[in-house]
């Protein structure tokens, strides 16, 4: 069983910001690839950003570049998501995950890969009000 803590989130007016952390057990942190997904109603999940844990390459989606941040505390087996100029768009339940090995592998994989490769979080939910 892997524990992939997630905390933060929550409701915030568009042009807000907000917080996501999630925690892993150690082995699950490290060496890995780091990740935070979303989904929202009606839509498939997506990837939002990743992290590389050993290295720090950083990855993301258009649509949160220059507004969302991606780190990670090795002391901590932490990854977190900064979230700032927050639109009504990226409301959705955010997902921390988990996958084996370098971030490049996975970049371009659908969201089910976790499901065969890594780990899920139990989700935290954003709203962004208009």
């Known amino acids: 069983q892997v524990d992939l803590m997630e905390s933060g989130g929550g409701s915030v007016q568009a042009g807000g910001s907000l917080n996501l952390s999630c925690t892993a057990a150690?082995?699950?942190?490290?060496?890995?690839?780091l990740n935070w997904f979303r989904q929202a109603a009606g839509k498939e999940r997506e990837r939002v950003a990743s992290?590389?844990?050993?290295?720090?390459?950083?990855y993301y989606i258009d649509s949160v570049k220059g507004r969302f941040t991606i780190s990670r505390d090795a002391s901590k087996n932490t990854v977190f998501l900064r979230m700032n100029s927050l639109k009504p768009d990226d409301t959705a339940m955010y997902y921390c995950?988990?996958?084996?090995?370098?971030?490049?592998?996975?970049?371009?994989?659908?969201?089910?890969?976790?499901?065969?490769?890594?780990?899920w979080g139990q989700g935290i939910q954003v709203t962004v009000s208009s």
């Open positions: 995950a988990v996958l084996q090995g370098h971030c490049l592998d996975w970049i371009r994989r659908a969201a089910s890969i976790v499901d065969e490769f890594g780990y």
């Open positions: 150690p082995d699950t942190y490290r060496g890995n690839c």
């Open positions: 992290i590389d844990a050993a290295g720090g390459k950083t």
